[in-house]
């Protein structure tokens, strides 16, 4: 039985629309549920959420009409030992789930992205920052091979040309 009265459902419902889509917005998505202290205790098999994890990664995975035949409590699973069209779409469906919980555990796991103040400098700065990264790449010993034209003699012009302006 889903626990309806809450939004992990549809938190839920977000997150494995967004595993089967192979997306990469997971780590936008699992911070509600984070918020709600849903776990991987509460995502495995009797725990509080499952029902929910499991209704949202059929909904997910599943055609309308095999979701309809897939959430039918009133259809059995076996039929003489052999599974029936909803037993089928059920054994289907705990590969798709264990996918999802696992997507999900792992954007749990990730560090929260932090952006900082990106700092830019004047145009004055970049440039000597431009300039002291070429003074950089001519002095490794590879570099002759990269340019077409004497690396030893562009590293010294350029140092020159640093020292003045600087």
């Not at 009265?5 to 997971?26: D, P, Q, V």
């Not at 997507?103 to 004047?122: F, H, N, Q």
């Not at 077409?148 to 020292?163: G, M, S, W």
Request: charged share 25%; aromatic share 8%.
């Amino acid at each position: 039985m889903t626990n309806s009265n809450t939004n992990a459902r549809a938190h839920l419902l977000s997150c494995a629309a967004e595993i089967k889509a192979h997306g990469g917005k997971m780590a936008k998505l699992v911070k509600p549920l984070l918020e709600m202290n849903i776990g991987k205790a509460e995502l495995i098999g009797g725990g509080a959420y499952y029902a929910d994890l499991l209704d949202a990664t059929a909904q997910a995975y599943l055609t309308p009409a095999q979701y309809k035949t897939f959430n039918d409590t009133a259809l059995a699973t076996r039929s003489k030992g052999a599974l029936t069209e909803r037993g089928e779409l059920k054994a289907a469906m705990s590969s798709k789930v264990a996918k999802v919980r696992a997507g999900i555990l792992a954007a749990m796991a990730l560090p929260a992205e932090k952006r900082g103040k990106v700092e830019k400098g004047t145009p004055t700065e970049v440039f000597f920052k431009q300039i002291d990264g070429y003074v950089e790449r001519f002095t490794k010993p590879d570099a002759s091979d990269k340019f077409d034209f004497d690396t030893t003699f562009a590293r010294a012009a350029l140092v020159a040309l640093l020292k003045q302006l600087r």
